[in-house]
């Protein structure tokens, strides 16, 4: 699965936590997402600047966010769904159930999602669905 395939086939299964995905569309958006978030990060310092959100009186320098960020913050948001549903999916491919996603929540949690990642999914059909590299016909 190449780039534009595996962004397509995660924003076409948007909120689609059933199924399987394979490392390369998991990867291939994690790079997109990445990528997404450079150019919106740009554009708001291009567009907006540096703008104080919170001022805290003569304190401004503690606590206070010096960038105004709206488009990445809607792109953030806008892709915090399908993240979670392709994570889950990575997890079905590796025989999982998607609740280990909530490992991550710890720190040492998120480490461990990062190496089952990296390994190559069941051959094969199991419990989540077909094998999605299996390019046998049908």
Known sequence: MNFGQAVSSVLSKYA???GR???SEYWWWVVFSVLLNWVTTFLDTALFGTFALVHFG???Y???ADVFTPLSTIAGLALIIPSLAVGARRFHDLGRTGWWL????T???ALVIFFWFMVKGDAGPNRHGPDPLDRRPV
């Open 58 to 60: 003569d304190m401004s």
């Open 107 to 109: 720190g040492i949690g």
């Open 16 to 18: 689609t936590f059933s």
């Open 102 to 105: 909530l490992i991550g929540l």
């Open 62 to 64: 503690v606590g206070a």
């Open 21 to 23: 995905a394979p490392r």
